[in-house]
């Protein structure tokens, strides 16, 4: 991979397209902001007073899979201008400071939440109504300093869905973020898109913590390993019951078998989400009435010398398989 990431190419005669505002600079944030800029998208990052000090007037994306790149977008404190789209790429115990530096005038026609978990949409739609779109990405990236980030995943996926499942308005917005070279999808509604991330991550996500490492060492640990597949089950159980469409378990626990053993999710480091993506199933379950001891397993508090205790590590700003921002 080069030191020196080539200039993002001059894009190409197009209509002006979308305005965009990123909140969120970490690992999703900047490698969708640099997507959206570098195809001639009007695009502007909504950083922490703390990050903007810092930051060079660029977003950095280097790619093993798509190359390297840089190239300029504007960022600000606060978005007091108005545009199409608000994408939210912060986590969950972030939102609601986050949203503090969004102003009325921004008036966004569409918002669409790239978090874990399935219980932030009600939070949204309190200040915005149903013009939150439910998102889900599936791509592993990190910051690795202001304005920069490597993306180690060979694309990225984004489903999009309204909670009534119509399409309003979200075609020219899949128009736009396949030009940007990101695979845009239309979901079928809201809650089906929230859960079929859900049930895949969440397994993923709470066995890594469990044993503060990648899924390699989820496998080497047998209790880990067994609880995570127990964990798809009983979560594609819940969905089911509230009445999620298409989930199928087996198929499910092939794709956590097919993953590299490096994979990690942020949780696995940082476990500030633990309530949005363990927590927010597990009182699912409990609504649906379905039983979950492998869930409550992973996220039961756990003595020193258990074999999945959580270890103390150091980690620094990275995050990967998740919103991972700053």
């Not at 789209?85 to 669409?112: E, G, M, N, T, Y």
């Not at 939440?113 to 309190?126: A, K, M, T, V």
């Not at 074999?307 to 995050?319: E, L, S, V, Y």
């Amino acid at each position: 991979m080069s030191d020196t990431p080539a200039a993002a190419p001059a894009p190409q005669q197009q209509p002006a397209g979308l305005r965009h505002a990123v909140l969120g600079a970490g690992g999703v944030g900047l490698s969708l902001a640099g997507d959206l800029a570098r195809a001639g998208q009007r695009v502007v990052l909504v950083m922490r007073p703390s990050s903007l000090a810092d930051y060079r007037g660029t977003v950095r994306v280097r790619s093993a899979g798509q190359g390297d790149f840089q190239v300029p977008v504007p960022a600000v404190a606060r978005l007091d201008e108005p545009v199409d789209v608000l994408w939210i790429a912060v986590k969950q115990p972030r939102l609601a400071d986050a949203l503090r530096s969004v102003s009325a005038a921004a008036a966004p026609a569409l918002v669409v939440p790239l978090l874990n978990g399935i219980d932030h949409l009600p939070l949204l739609e309190r200040d915005f109504g149903d013009r939150v779109v439910a998102g889900a990405i599936r791509i592993e990236a990190h910051r690795t300093a202001v304005g920069e980030v490597v993306r180690d995943s060979l694309f990225t996926q984004l489903e999009l869905a309204r909670r009534n499942g119509s399409r309003d308005g979200l075609d020219p917005l899949v128009a736009a973020l396949r030009t940007a070279g990101i695979r845009a999808v239309p979901g079928r509604d809201a809650r089906t898109v929230l859960w079929h991330k859900a049930v895949l991550l969440a397994p993923l996500a709470l066995a890594t913590l469990a044993v503060s490492g990648p899924l390699e060492q989820v496998r080497a640990e047998a209790e880990a390993g067994t609880l995570m597949l127990a964990c798809t089950r009983e979560l594609c159980a819940v969905a089911t019951a509230l009445g999620v469409p298409d989930l199928d378990p087996d198929h499910l626990i092939r794709t956590l078998e097919s993953l590299p053993g490096r994979t990690a999710p942020s949780l696995s480091r940082d476990p500030a989400e633990l309530d949005a993506i363990g927590g927010s199933v597990l009182r699912a379950a409990e609504r649906a009435g379905v039983p979950a001891p492998a869930t409550r397993a992973l996220l039961r508090p756990r003595t020193p010398n258990h074999p999945n205790t959580p270890k103390t590590r150091t980690h620094g700003q990275t995050t990967k398989a998740g919103s991972g921002n700053a």
